[in-house]
């Protein structure tokens, strides 16, 4: 059973690691939209919402396989740290979306700026949650 477990947690982690690449990919490509230049609003816009679409993609196969299903079921000692990630899944597409919506009318949208600080912090907060996820699957693996 143990060397079962072992098995199905490796394949967890790496999938895990696979799932987490495109929103990471998608994730750098709007840090350097906004380290390049002042982003055009609707560029900005269109970036962001794609952004909190494959962070919808993501978090809906995540929370469909192992890390959010079996792992959550099967090890008792992470269940309330898997939950309090599970909760934070919906704020983070909100705040996406609700970014978008605040460069309709927002001026350029320069490094230094309150709107940029707040998707960075974002951008930020979404790479930290993705770590603990995988820091939880390493944490079991290694037990």
Request: charged residues 30%.
């Amino acid at each position: 059973m143990a060397e079962t477990n072992n098995e199905r947690l490796k394949q967890a982690k790496e999938k895990l690691a696979r799932q987490h690449g495109p929103l990471l990919g998608a994730l750098r490509g709007l840090e350097s939209m906004l380290e390049s230049h002042a982003p055009a609003q609707g560029d900005l816009e269109r970036r962001l919402n794609r952004v909190a679409e494959t962070l919808e993609t993501h978090i809906k196969e995540e929370e469909a396989g192992d890390l959010f299903g079996w792992i959550h079921a099967t090890f008792g000692e992470v269940k309330e740290q898997l939950d309090a990630l599970r909760d934070e899944h919906l704020s983070s597409v909100e705040t996406l979306r609700q970014l978008a919506v605040e460069t309709r009318g927002a001026g350029p949208v320069l490094t230094s700026s309150d709107l940029s600080v707040r998707i960075r912090s974002v951008v930020a907060d979404i790479r930290q949650h993705e770590a603990r996820e995988s820091a939880v699957v390493e944490m079991i693996s290694t037990t």
